[in-house]
C-alpha cells in the first residue's frame, strides 16, 4: 500500500478472548473466500513490484499470528515450517533477513495447498489457544486481525491488477446482472460545495477503540475558511477533463507529475481502453456517474487545478467525516466484485466512506509527539513517513468495520493500482 502491506502498534480496548474468537474466525474464512476462485498460478504470480502474489497475502498474515502471537505467548510452540519465516517476512528489520520484495512472484513453492494447511494450523492453534492469552497477546491479536484487513484489500487490488495484465480479461468474479445491464446513469448530480469547519479543531485518534499508531496522538490544528465537493469526482466529469487536454497541458501538473506522464505516455486512469475500464467482473463501459478510481496524487492534482480547486487537507477532510457513520457505503462484507458505484443518497456529504480512497494534500508526516512503539510491530508506520501523501475515506475493497475518521492511508504519488479518486475542496 511501498505499499500499505503492513501493521502498526495499536492504541485499542480488546474484546474478550470470546468475542475476539468470533471475529478472527470471520476474518480468516473471509481471506480464504477472496482466495477460493484462484489458481495456484494464478495465486503465484506477481504483476509489478508494487502487487504481491495472493499466496504471499495469505502466508504473510499467517506468519503474523504465529510469529508474534503463537511464537512469542505459546509457552511450547514450534513453528509449522522454520523457513516460512524467511520467505513470509515483509519489513521487520528485528525479524531477520527476508524474501525480496519484487521476487515475491518466484516462490512456485509452497503451493497455495501448502499455504491453506499451514493457515489452517495457525487458525486452529490460535483458537485453541485464546482463552489463556495474556492481555498483551490479546492485543497482538486484535493488531493482527486489522493487519489482515488490509491484507483482504490488497489481495483484490493486486488481483485486479494482475488480471488487467492477461490479453483474455479474465473476470475474478461474474456479475452477470451488470455485465447485461450495462445501462449507466447518464450523469451524476451537479456538483455542490459544504461549507466544512472553521478555527480550532482537533483531529487525530481519540483513545477510543482501535487506531494504528500513525493516527494520534489527538491534536488541535486551525482551518481557514473553506469548503468540499459534495461528493467525490466522477468518471464523466474525469473524460471532460481529458477531452480538454487535461493530460496534454503541462501547466496543470506539478513537474514531477509532468515527467511521469510524459515517461509513462499516462493519459487516462488505470484501466480505462476505448471507453471501457477492467474491473474484477472483467471489462466494462465506463458509467459516468461512478466516482473515479485507480488515479494517482499526480493526476488527483492536475484535475483540481484544471477545476479550480484543490485537494483537501486531510485535517479538513477528517473534520468533515468526523460525526459520518464510517461503517456506511459499499465497503467488503464478502467476497465478490467490488467497483465503486454512483451516489445514491441525498446526504450532505456524501461517499465518504467506502467508495474510493481519496487523495488529500497532506503529506504522510507524523502528528506532534508521536512516538513509534517499541519492537518488530512498531516499524512500518513511523519509518515510511517520507516522500508520500495521506488518503482518506476507504474504498469499495476496504473491509467493513476497518474505516474510521482518523484513518491515515498513504501512498507515493505515482501510485494508482488501490482503488484511488479525489474530492475537491477549494478556498473561501
Known amino acids: 500500500m ?17 468475542a475476539l474468537s468470533r471475529r478472527f474466525a470471520a476474518l480468516r474464512r473471509l481471506s480464504a473466500d477472496l482466495a477460493a476462485p484462484l489458481s495456484d498460478a494464478d495465486a503465484s504470480a506477481q504483476s509489478m513490484d508494487d502487487a504481491s502474489p495472493a499466496k504471499w497475502h495469505l502466508a504473510h498474515t499467517s506468519w503474523f499470528f504465529e510469529t508474534f502471537v503463537l511464537r512469542d505467548h505459546l509457552a511450547g510452540y514450534s513453528l509449522y515450517d522454520d523457513r516460512f519465516s524467511y520467505l513470509f517476512n515483509s519489513y521487520y528489520e528485528a525479524e531477520g533477513p527476508r524474501h525480496a520484495r519484487p521476487r515475491r512472484g518466484l516462490l512456485t ?42 491484507h ?6 493486486d488481483i485486479k491488477h494482475l488480471f488487467a495484465q492477461n490479453p483474455l480479461g479474465p473476470a475474478m468474479w461474474r456479475d452477470d446482472g451488470a455485465i447485461a445491464n450495462e445501462v449507466a446513469r447518464l450523469s451524476a448530480d451537479k456538483l455542490r460545495w459544504v461549507r466544512g469547519a472553521e478555527g480550532m479543531v482537533s483531529v487525530g485518534h481519540s483513545g477510543e477503540g482501535f487506531a494504528f499508531d500513525c493516527e494520534g496522538p489527538r491534536h488541535p490544528v486551525l482551518l481557514a475558511p473553506h469548503a468540499l465537493a459534495h461528493r467525490p469526482v466522477t468518471n464523466g466529469e474525469w473524460q471532460e477533463f481529458i477531452a480538454d487536454g487535461g493530460y496534454r497541458t503541462p501547466s496543470l501538473w506539478l513537474s514531477d507529475g509532468w515527467a511521469w506522464v510524459q515517461a509513462d505516455a499516462i493519459d487516462a486512469p488505470a484501466y480505462w481502453r476505448d471507453g471501457r475500464y477492467f474491473t474484477l467482473s472483467g471489462w466494462r463501459a465506463i458509467d459516468p456517474a461512478a466516482p473515479v478510481t485507480h488515479i494517482s496524487f499526480y493526476e488527483a492534482d492536475a484535475f483540481a487545478n484544471w477545476a479550480g480547486a484543490r485537494l483537501p487537507t486531510e485535517s479538513e477532510w477528517e473534520a468533515a467525516a468526523a460525526a459520518l457513520d464510517p461503517s ?18 441525498d446526504a450532505p456529504l456524501q461517499q465518504m466512506f467506502g467508495s474510493v480512497w481519496e487523495w488529500t494534500g497532506s503529506a504522510y508526516r507524523p502528528y506532534p509527539g508521536f512516538r513509534a512503539a517499541p519492537g518488530a510491530v ?35 504519488p505515482h501510485q494508482r493500482w488501490q482503488f484511488t479518486g479525489v474530492r475537491l475542496a477549494k478556498d473561501l
Open 109 to 150: 513453492r509452497p503451493s497455495l495447498a501448502e499455504v491453506l494447511r499451514w493457515r489452517a494450523h495457525v487458525d486452529a492453534a490460535l483458537l485453541d489457544a485464546l482463552p489463556r492469552l495474556s492481555p498483551a497477546a490479546l492485543a497482538l491479536v486484535e493488531l493482527g486481525i486489522h493487519h489482515e484487513q488490509q
Open 378 to 412: 512498531g516499524e512500518y508506520n513511523g519509518k515510511f513517513m517520507s516522500g508520500q501523501f495521506v488518503l482518506r475515506g476507504g474504498s469499495v475493497a476496504t473491509p467493513r468495520g476497518h474505516c474510521r475518521a482518523s484513518y491515515r492511508n498513504f501512498f507515493y
Open 2 to 18: 511501498a505499499s500499505r502491506t503492513d501493521a502498526s502498534p495499536i492504541v485499542a480496548r480488546t474484546d474478550p478472548a470470546e
Open 152 to 157: 483482504q484489500e490488497l489481495l483484490l487490488t
Open 328 to 345: 456506511g457505503g459499499d465497503q467488503l462484507d464478502a467476497a465478490g466484485p467490488v467497483q465503486p458505484a454512483a451516489a445514491d443518497d
